[in-house]
């Protein structure tokens, strides 16, 4: 028996062994699917707005840790995440000072002037895509497709054109939209990659997604509800958000019961915004008002501790 082996200390007793960067590196592989579909269908402008966005993330969180004299965290990966979510978010047409622009709002404004990693309490690239169509709404909102000017799914149901693209068009990613979000099929094969790394759980992005689809079902008045609500499932940025952004660390509840009430808040928002807001889509700002919530939501929903008298 060695010396050691009885030492009391503070909490926390047991401790995880993955580390900040083999957790940021899984979500980039999990990332690889949709960056490889975003170069099959937008061409190779898509990858260098992920790469200006990636090297724009990793150069403001190096700058402002040198002129602070704080100790580097760029090897950690999350801000090669935070690069790649971005420019998941951006339209593929989009001038190259847009990712760049991103990319430092993403870091220096919402991440690093809370604190960094971990003390954030909006996702960096939500609220940076946020900033930017607020900014420049005329070049975020600018689709193509094979070169050639057109809207998005979206924006076809909800102006009820009937030139919406088939399903089968949607699920493997052949449409109009953001990088990243088009490729229903690549994002879930990175889905199934995190939770089985468990790097992430089912809760938020089942309860978003279900939401959104039941809502859609149950409130519908087209002749064909099941599929007016599966084009809400694969169009848009929800796959993207309700997978890979609303299920991010620090701006997600840790309780169960809270990953529940965060997907069907998201899921609501969502449909609300799609459905009675200006512009088609909704996921960015569902996500982040509930990002605001979570705190609230883990003080109500936090287990009572074992033995507490009622």
């Not at 848009?236 to 069907?264: F, N």
Request: aromatic share 10%; with cysteine.
């Amino acid at each position: 028996m060695t010396d050691n082996q009885f030492i009391e200390a503070s909490s926390p007793h047991i401790h995880e062994s993955a580390s900040t960067k083999a957790i940021m590196l899984d979500v980039i592989i999990a990332l690889i699917p949709a960056l490889i579909a975003s170069v099959v269908f937008f061409k190779i402008r898509a990858l260098i707005i992920v790469v200006l966005s990636v090297v724009s993330c990793v150069l403001s969180e190096l700058l402002w840790q040198k002129i602070f004299r704080q100790q580097s965290t760029i090897d950690d990966l999350s801000a090669v995440v935070t690069g790649i979510l971005l420019a998941f978010t951006l339209p593929p047409t989009v001038p190259y000072y847009i990712p760049v622009v991103g990319g430092i709002f993403a870091i220096i404004i919402v991440k690093q002037i809370f604190g960094g990693i971990g003390k954030n309490f909006l996702n960096p690239a939500l609220a940076s895509r946020a900033f930017l169509m607020a900014t420049w709404p005329a070049v975020m909102s600018k689709w193509t497709l094979d070169g050639v000017s057109t809207a998005t799914p979206l924006e076809l149901l909800k102006g009820a054109s009937g030139n919406v693209p088939p399903i089968w068009q949607l699920f493997i990613g052949c449409t109009a939209g953001s990088v990243g979000e088009t490729s229903a099929l690549a994002l879930i094969i990175g889905a199934v990659y995190l939770i089985y790394r468990k790097i992430i759980t089912w809760e938020i992005p089942v309860a978003y997604v279900g939401t959104v689809f039941l809502l859609t079902l149950l409130f519908n008045d087209t002749a064909t509800p099941f599929i007016c609500a599966s084009y809400q499932i694969l169009t848009g940025g929800l796959l993207l958000g309700a997978i890979y952004m609303a299920t991010d660390y620090t701006t997600s509840p840790v309780t169960k019961k809270g990953k529940y009430i965060m997907g069907i808040g998201c899921g609501i928002l969502t449909c609300l915004l799609r459905t009675k807001g200006q512009m088609p889509e909704g996921v960015c700002y569902s996500i982040l008002i509930m990002n605001l919530f979570v705190p609230m939501i883990e003080r109500h929903t936090v287990p009572k501790t074992f033995g507490e008298v009622r």
